[in-house]
């Protein structure tokens, strides 16, 4: 684990204090993760399920999680007005009957948590599908102003001997084939996401061409994603399209664009694809001896993030920080 980095991310939550919703109150892993969470006081569980059986399975567990809130939605006091603001929100979509339906789930109720202030942000996904994940923080928490869609970005870290490498690629894991406007979107999300981290953004639209050294439409869709950065964020360190080797390789910069400003020393990546992203990522974290964490989702109302069903409790303490940190 990255320790300097979660340690910034700590210390800025020691200043703000933040709660966060886990959907999945009773799964072991939560409740480990939940447990080392408060053995701090920056970061307060919100665990969804049944009060009993959230206490069964923590002492079943050896876990001690006194300090932790534990939310039922069958006996939660303030269901009738959460379906009359779920209605309201799901207008013409759904009915008042089907809203009480979705708010006895996990995740729809924990969306709902986050969308009326009680926490800030919400991790699911240990035992939920992604898709089941995203698709209440769509219909309930929406995306922000000016942001057509979700996407995602990974957090790379390696330590070395002074400083950790920190970088940040997107979108590996959301959009399988985004447009021009939507590649303009994840770049500035991407890169908002990264100074979160440490990261000052020199961002390099990823190709298998640098400038006009290949043809085909994904070379000019990267170029001209590029442009449409730069002319809507004109002090932004953006270029593009470059290969990757002339993105993170002075000597390779040098030959193929010595101009260039990020070139050479490129730090946040984004892919034209989520086939390109995915397998990047995996390369980076498998070859490169990275640890990834994420999908960190982006462009939501308020932070949302979604696990592996094959994480661990590490996994999960980890993300808990990281989506905090974006609240």
């Known amino acids: 684990m990255a320790i300097h980095m979660f340690q910034q991310l700590i210390d800025t939550l020691k200043k703000s204090p933040k709660k966060i919703v886990f959907t999945e ?162 770049t500035t999300e991407v890169a908002h996401c990264a100074r979160t981290f440490g990261i000052d953004p020199k961002v390099a639209m990823l190709s298998y061409s640098t400038k006009g050294s290949g043809k085909g439409e994904t070379v000019d869709k990267m170029r001209h994603a590029y442009e449409k950065v730069l002319a809507t964020n004109p002090d932004f360190a953006v270029d593009g399209e470059l290969q990757f080797d002339a993105a993170v390789s002075p000597k390779v910069a040098e030959t193929k664009c010595k101009d260039s400003k990020v070139a050479g020393q490129a730090n946040t990546f984004i892919f034209p694809n989520i086939n390109a992203g995915n397998i990047g990522y995996k390369i980076a974290q498998r070859l490169g001896g990275f640890d990834a964490y994420g999908p960190v989702l982006l462009g939501l109302n308020a932070p949302i993030n979604d696990l592996s069903r094959g994480c661990n409790a590490q996994e999960v303490y980890s993300m808990a920080i990281i989506t905090a940190a974006l609240a």
């Open 25 to 186: 109150g009773t799964d072991p892993r939560i409740l480990e993760a939940s447990a080392r969470l408060l053995a701090g006081t920056w970061l307060t569980p919100v665990l969804i399920g049944n009060v009993d059986e959230v206490h069964a399975a923590a002492e079943e567990a050896g876990y001690n999680i006194r300090g932790a809130e534990i939310v039922d939605p069958a006996t939660y006091d303030e269901m009738d007005k959460m379906v009359e603001a779920m209605v309201e929100l799901r207008r013409g979509k759904m009915t008042s009957d089907e809203c009480r339906a979705a708010l006895k789930k996990g995740n729809y109720f924990g969306t709902m948590l986050v969308k009326m202030g009680v926490a800030d942000c919400l991790l699911g996904g240990a035992t939920y599908s992604t898709a089941d994940t995203v698709r209440p923080a769509l219909q309930l928490i929406k995306t922000k102003p000016g942001n057509k869609i979700v996407s995602s970005c990974f957090i790379l870290v390696r330590e070395g001997v002074g400083d950790n490498t920190v970088l940040a690629m997107g979108d590996c894991a959301i959009n399988i084939d985004p447009t021009e406007d939507e590649l303009v979107e994840i």
